[in-house]
């Protein structure tokens, strides 16, 4: 089944169903029923017969992803600036960011289904809440790591506090910020698996639904997994693309 | 969701929840069926604790040595670093699934799985925490006539410590998280109650994410303060900023 797959572009266009002109038998030959029946380990023509079931939960899961990264992303720069300005606030924020990012999301969801309700909302508080101490750490982090030389340059120059902030140290501090930026979508993306527990849906619907069958595992988690390698090279192709003085290297 | 339904309504939900905890009743499938209370909710919470310590022991086993060797020679920076990153990519709930599906549920399966998704973190922070390692301290150790397990067990393992103790809170982070959701594969675990609405109702659905949120909480705390145990007195005062 999987040579003839591959041997039949015809197939990719087949994916929500059977292509008009294929043989009559190809339909039925090519939903394989005797390998959803004895689940085999991956069923190429069931996947393509039913790859629309993935298609929904797919892009739902990215835009929750998507929304949760920036819900956190936003939150975790505003109290990094804050507490590089007063330092005192490092240790209790710190320290509630720690307890978000420990309590497993599983839970995390199902306690906030009495406050917030069912649905997305509840994923996407959760889940942004899980990226802040990853990406809190990470700025601060960058800032520390800012060479004292610089920040000298910019006051020489003449810059406010807030110019320095913005111009000097926050640029150079894009490196750590990243990391910390791609660290917390590649972990969103595996956790929003269970967003569906919240009532926001999202891969882990159909994973879930069908957790025995192999075809579905592979295909289920192999997009999440997808989604998180493509998120990741994407973060790193803009990092390059927003610092460009890194990629000119001294002599 | 538009609204918050804050009128302290939740409140009530807790309440159950709480009850749940401490009180035996009724399931919600009826028959006669006793649920909640602190026997069975004791017992869930120790059985996840003991699947996610073995998985965890298991783990700091295989990664430990492995990352102290390869961190030592400065070999596989590939393996360590990229292990890290990958392990981070896979899903909870798909490494349950890949279980459910592949290879067959039960306690014993599942601490396999939960070990293998505990070494990624140690593996990598151990790898890390040994390439950081100041490398004087390294040549005053050879210097002094140490061989290159001498080296590894009293120079480098303690210098590294805390670094590793970092990765092995990520670790038990996931772990914990993960044998939650084992409660589908046969693993009785708080997970049983989160996932079990149709027999515990929702005060024990709330009952179990509670637990769930302070046994990670526990684990954390516990984890940090062997951490502060672990971390040499030298390196202590040199982070304070104090000498170095």
Same mark, same amino acid.
């Given at each position: $089944?999987?040579?003839?797959?591959?041997?039949?572009?015809?197939?990719?266009?087949?994916?929500? *169903?059977?292509?008009?002109?294929?043989?009559?038998?190809?339909?039925?030959?090519?939903?394989?029923?005797?390998?959803?029946?004895?689940?085999?380990?991956?069923?190429?023509?069931?996947?393509?017969?039913?790859?629309?079931?993935?298609?929904?939960?797919?892009?739902?899961?990215?835009?929750?992803?998507?929304?949760?990264?920036?819900?956190?992303?936003?939150?975790?720069?505003?109290?990094?600036?804050?507490?590089?300005?007063?330092?005192?606030?490092?240790?209790?924020?710190?320290?509630?960011? *720690?307890?978000?990012?420990?309590?497993?999301?599983?839970?995390?969801?199902?306690?906030?289904?009495?406050?917030? *309700?069912?649905?997305?909302?509840?994923?996407?508080?959760?889940?942004?809440?899980?990226?802040?101490?990853?990406?809190?750490?990470?700025?601060?982090?960058?800032?520390?790591?800012?060479?004292?030389?610089?920040?000298?340059?910019?006051?020489? $120059?003449?810059?406010?506090?807030?110019?320095?902030?913005?111009?000097?140290?926050?640029?150079?501090?894009?490196?750590?910020?990243?990391? *910390?930026?791609?660290?917390?979508?590649?972990?969103?993306?595996?956790?929003?698996?269970?967003?569906?527990?919240?009532?926001?849906?999202?891969?882990?619907?159909?994973?879930?639904?069908?957790?025995?069958?192999?075809?579905?595992?592979?295909?289920?988690?192999?997009?999440?997994?997808?989604?998180?390698?493509?998120?990741?090279?994407?973060?790193?192709?803009?990092?390059?693309?927003?610092?460009?003085?890194?990629?000119?290297?001294?002599? | 969701?538009?609204?918050?339904?804050?009128?302290?309504?939740?409140?009530?939900?807790?309440?159950?929840?709480?009850?749940?905890?401490?009180?035996?009743?009724?399931?919600?499938?009826?028959?006669?069926?006793?649920?909640?209370?602190?026997?069975?909710?004791?017992?869930?919470?120790?059985?996840?604790?003991?699947?996610?310590?073995?998985? #965890?022991?298991?783990?700091?086993?295989?990664?430990?040595?492995?990352?102290?060797?390869?961190?030592? /020679?400065?070999?596989?920076?590939?393996?360590?670093?990229?292990?890290?990153?990958?392990? /981070?990519?896979?899903?909870?709930?798909?490494?349950?699934?890949?279980?459910?599906?592949?290879?067959?549920?039960?306690?014993?399966?599942?601490?396999?799985? #939960?070990?293998?998704?505990?070494?990624?973190?140690?593996?990598?922070?151990?790898?890390?925490?040994?390439?950081?390692?100041?490398?004087?301290?390294?040549?005053?150790?050879?210097?002094?006539?140490?061989?290159?397990?001498?080296?590894?067990?009293?120079?480098?393992?303690?210098?590294?410590?805390?670094?590793?103790?970092?990765?092995?809170?990520?670790?038990?982070?996931?772990?914990?998280?993960?044998?939650?959701?084992?409660?589908?594969?046969?693993?009785?675990?708080?997970?049983?109650?989160?996932?079990?609405?149709?027999?515990?109702?929702?005060?024990?659905?709330?009952?179990?994410?509670?637990?769930?949120?302070?046994?990670?909480?526990?684990?954390?705390?516990?984890?940090?303060?062997?951490?502060?145990? #672990?971390?040499?007195?030298?390196?202590? #005062?040199? /982070?304070?900023?104090?000498?170095?």
């Amino acid at each position: $089944m999987l040579t003839l797959a591959a041997k039949a572009p015809l197939l990719v266009a087949a994916a929500n *169903g059977c292509a008009p002109g294929l043989p009559a038998n190809f339909c039925h030959q090519h939903s394989e029923t005797s390998c959803v029946a004895r689940n085999g380990f991956f069923c190429a023509g069931w996947a393509f017969d039913n790859f629309d079931r993935y298609t929904g939960p797919f892009f739902k899961h990215l835009w929750i992803v998507v929304i949760s990264v920036a819900v956190g992303f936003t939150l975790a720069l505003a109290l990094a600036m804050l507490s590089h300005r007063h330092r005192w606030l490092i240790p209790p924020l710190t320290g509630v960011t *720690g307890i978000l990012y420990t309590v497993p999301s599983l839970a995390f969801f199902f306690l906030l289904l009495p406050i917030t *309700g069912f649905g997305t909302d509840t994923a996407v508080i959760a889940l942004s809440a899980y990226t802040l101490q990853i990406i809190y750490r990470n700025i601060l982090a960058g800032l520390a790591n800012v060479p004292p030389e610089a920040k000298d340059a910019g006051r020489g $120059m003449g810059m406010t506090e807030r110019e320095l902030l913005w111009r000097v140290e926050l640029p150079l501090a894009v490196p750590e910020l990243f990391a *910390g930026l791609r660290i917390a979508t590649v972990s969103t993306v595996a956790i929003a698996t269970l967003a569906f527990f919240a009532g926001a849906g999202g891969l882990g619907d159909p994973l879930y639904k069908d957790i025995t069958f192999k075809t579905n595992v592979i295909l289920a988690g192999g997009l999440a997994i997808l989604m998180a390698v493509t998120l990741d090279a994407l973060l790193l192709g803009l990092q390059r693309l927003v610092t460009p003085w890194r990629r000119v290297r001294p002599a | 969701m538009t609204e918050l339904a804050l009128p302290l309504g939740f409140l009530d939900a807790f309440r159950g929840a709480f009850d749940f905890i401490f009180h035996q009743r009724d399931a919600v499938t009826g028959g006669g069926v006793q649920v909640g209370g602190p026997a069975e909710v004791l017992h869930l919470t120790w059985t996840q604790l003991y699947v996610s310590g073995l998985a #965890l022991a298991g783990a700091l086993a295989v990664a430990l040595p492995v990352g102290l060797v390869l961190g030592h /020679r400065g070999k596989g920076e590939l393996l360590a670093v990229g292990l890290g990153n990958a392990g /981070r990519a896979i899903p909870e709930l798909a490494v349950v699934a890949f279980l459910a599906a592949f290879i067959g549920i039960g306690l014993r399966n599942v601490t396999i799985a #939960l070990i293998i998704l505990g070494i990624p973190p140690i593996l990598t922070n151990t790898f890390v925490a040994v390439r950081q390692v100041d490398s004087n301290a390294v040549e005053a150790a050879a210097g002094m006539g140490m061989g290159e397990a001498g080296v590894i067990a009293r120079v480098e393992l303690p210098l590294a410590a805390p670094t590793i103790m970092t990765g092995v809170r990520t670790a038990a982070i996931n772990i914990v998280a993960t044998a939650t959701i084992a409660s589908i594969v046969g693993v009785p675990t708080l997970g049983k109650l989160i996932l079990g609405r149709d027999t515990y109702g929702d005060d024990g659905v709330l009952a179990g994410a509670i637990m769930v949120a302070l046994l990670a909480l526990g684990v954390e705390l516990a984890l940090a303060a062997v951490q502060r145990l #672990l971390t040499p007195r030298g390196l202590a #005062l040199q /982070r304070a900023g104090v000498g170095a």
